[in-house]
């Protein structure tokens, strides 16, 4: 399948919910699932030998660390011991070349999926206690955020930056894009990360110019193809 071809898809996988999850599934497979089963380890810092017990204390600090607060590389991931389950965040994937998977369990069928996308810009997944893996492809490190932190409203949203949170990274209100071709531009209101067919709230394919009111109700926002979006009310 072609890179335009699966573009097409991950825009318009919601607009319906049969369709949403067969279009992405068939993009998963086709950039396939399997790939370093090693799990992510953080890198730490070399401490030197101290006296009088330093060592051991040194010791404890690391084992405080969260284990999974990062998530590293493309592989399979076991919930629980490779990734904790949690809130997570990858920026910077272009051309939807980043494709995540959560999976209720290691067959590697369709009917295993609970939840993919092909991402351009920042993406955000919640990874639940009740996943057993976690997959990911071309989508660099995941980071791990708290899910009630905030953050500086933006007021400005670039039009394929992909996942926005809405009190974090975007400021509830009206937002206007223009510019968009060949209905290239899907843009979607989200109560949550988990990325179901059951979170979207709205969603839309649009040629021309876009107006989208975000709820400060709303969990996230997501466009991608659009026209710089900014706020106009």
Same mark, same amino acid.
């Given at each position: 399948?072609?890179? !335009?071809?699966?573009?097409? =898809?991950?825009?318009?996988?919601?607009?319906?919910?049969?369709?949403?999850?067969?279009?992405?599934?068939?993009?998963?497979?086709?950039?396939?699932?399997?790939?370093?089963?090693?799990?992510?380890?953080? $890198?730490? @810092? !070399?401490? !030197?030998? %101290? /006296? !009088?017990? $330093?060592?051991? /204390?040194?010791?404890?600090?690391?084992?405080?660390?969260? /284990?999974?607060?990062?998530?590293?590389?493309?592989?399979? =991931?076991?919930? $629980?011991?490779?990734?904790?389950?949690?809130?997570?965040?990858?920026?910077?994937? /272009?051309?939807?070349?980043? *494709?995540?998977?959560?999976? @209720?369990?290691?067959?590697?069928? +369709?009917?295993?999926?609970?939840?993919?996308?092909?991402?351009? $810009?920042?993406?955000?997944?919640?990874? #639940?206690? +009740?996943?057993k893996l976690f997959k990911s492809t071309?989508?660099?490190?995941?980071? &791990?955020?708290?899910? #009630?932190?905030?953050?500086?409203?933006? +007021?400005?949203? #670039?039009?394929?930056?992909?996942?926005? #949170?809405?009190?974090?990274?975007?400021?509830?209100?009206?937002? @206007?894009?223009?510019?968009?071709?060949?209905?290239?531009? *899907?843009?979607?209101? %989200?109560?949550?990360?988990?990325?179901?067919?059951?979170?979207?709230?709205?969603?839309?394919?649009?040629?021309? +110019? &876009?107006?989208?009111?975000?709820? %400060?109700?709303?969990?996230?926002?997501?466009?991608?193809?659009?026209?710089?979006? %900014? @706020?106009?009310?």
């Amino acid at each position: 399948m072609s890179q !335009q071809q699966r573009n097409w =898809f991950a825009r318009h996988k919601v607009l319906t919910a049969a369709g949403a999850v067969v279009a992405v599934i068939a993009i998963g497979a086709a950039m396939g699932g399997g790939g370093d089963t090693d799990s992510p380890t953080a $890198g730490a @810092k !070399q401490e !030197q030998p %101290a /006296k !009088q017990g $330093g060592g051991k /204390k040194a010791q404890d600090k690391a084992a405080d660390k969260p /284990k999974g607060a990062t998530i590293d590389g493309d592989g399979d =991931f076991e919930v $629980g011991s490779d990734a904790k389950p949690g809130l997570y965040r990858s920026t910077g994937n /272009k051309d939807a070349g980043c *494709y995540w998977e959560r999976a @209720k369990d290691a067959s590697s069928e +369709t009917d295993s999926i609970l939840a993919n996308d092909n991402v351009t $810009g920042t993406a955000y997944v919640e990874i #639940k206690a +009740t996943d057993k893996l976690f997959k990911s492809t071309g989508c660099g490190t995941w980071e &791990a955020v708290d899910a #009630k932190a905030k953050g500086t409203l933006g +007021t400005t949203l #670039k039009g394929d930056g992909g996942m926005f #949170k809405v009190g974090v990274d975007i400021a509830p209100g009206t937002y @206007k894009s223009t510019g968009n071709k060949d209905a290239e531009c *899907y843009w979607e209101r %989200a109560k949550d990360a988990s990325h179901g067919t059951d979170s979207i709230l709205a969603n839309d394919n649009v040629t021309g +110019t &876009a107006i989208v009111k975000v709820s %400060a109700s709303d969990g996230y926002f997501k466009s991608s193809g659009c026209g710089d979006w %900014a @706020k106009t009310g």
